[in-house]
Every structure is written in structure tokens, then in C-alpha cells.
């Protein structure tokens, strides 16, 4: 079988000049706890365009030249592939504001690590911080290989 179904979202890590990572409290009791910014790719929505939209309906932060940096797939609940394109930015403009998806903060790693970040973060932030990885595959059937860093 060639074709699919498949969920397209994205997620950013912005890091302020002093050292500093976005990041949105989530109240949403599935996935709950400390992650970056992102969310889903609207139909006909360039990718790009959708971690910009995302960054700034989360955070009221407007990212400008974000970068592709890898990317993060599963299959979910409903046996669609779900694919996270992960991105990176550094330059932005705006005033830090919460949303409905929750309270955003401007947090060292530190505070990140003694605070509750969702399950995954540190898997993911591998990808974000490494160039050597590009993507994080985790297997859909229960293994002693959870995931794979490509």
C-alpha cells in the first residue's frame, strides 16, 4: 500500500539571546507539561508559513526566517502517520502572551528540567540541538526498540 493517512504539525524551538527557550505550559490533559511551540498544517498551508502562524496564535511571538531542522513520526490512536516537522528560530518580534493551548514562558533548560515537560521532550530536543539527527521514528508496535534516531 503506497498511500495513507496522514497528520501534518509542526513544532519550534525559539531561543531568545540570553539563552532562553519558548516554550507553552499545556493545559491539554493528553499530552500535558512544558514543549515547544507548534501545532497542525491548515490545508494548503506551506509548512514554513504554519510554524510562523502556530509560534505567534501560542505565544503572540512572530518568528521570522525559521529553519527545518528534522522531523518526529508515529503512527496515533487512529492508525495515521503522524509527521512533526521540527524547526529552529532565533529571530523574532512581539509580546510574550498565553493562549488557550496555555501559559508561554521564556525558560532556561534548567527550569525546563526542574519543571514537568511533556513525555518525549528530551528525545525530541536531540533532534533539535543535533545536526547529526535528523529524524525520530518511534515504531508503532510494542518492541524492545521504542524508537530510532535517523
Not at 531561543?15 to 498544517?41: A, Q
Not at 506551506?46 to 510562523?52: C, E, H, L, N, P
Not at 547529526?132 to 508496535?141: A, D, K, N, R, V
Request: aromatic residues 12%.
Amino acid at each position: 500500500m503506497r498511500a495513507e493517512f496522514v497528520e501534518l504539525t509542526n513544532m519550534c524551538m525559539v531561543r531568545s539571546r540570553d539563552g532562553k527557550y519558548l516554550v507553552i505550559d499545556r493545559r491539554d490533559s493528553s499530552w500535558p507539561g512544558l514543549v515547544f511551540p507548534g501545532g497542525h498544517v491548515e490545508a494548503r498551508e506551506a509548512v514554513g508559513d504554519s510554524v510562523v502562524r502556530e509560534v505567534y496564535e501560542e505565544t503572540g511571538i512572530r518568528i521570522r526566517s525559521p529553519r527545518l531542522c528534522g522531523l518526529k513520526q508515529f503512527t496515533n490512536h487512529e492508525g495515521k502517520r503522524y509527521l512533526v516537522f521540527f524547526y529552529t528560530a532565533c529571530t523574532y518580534t512581539g509580546e510574550l502572551r498565553s493562549s488557550p493551548e496555555g501559559e508561554a514562558l521564556w525558560l532556561t533548560m534548567d527550569e525546563i528540567r526542574d519543571r514537568r515537560p511533556v513525555d518525549g521532550f528530551f528525545e525530541m530536543l536531540k533532534v533539535f540541538e543535533n545536526d547529526g539527527i535528523s529524524e525520530l521514528y518511534y515504531f508503532p508496535q510494542p518492541s524492545e526498540k521504542r524508537l530510532r534516531y535517523l
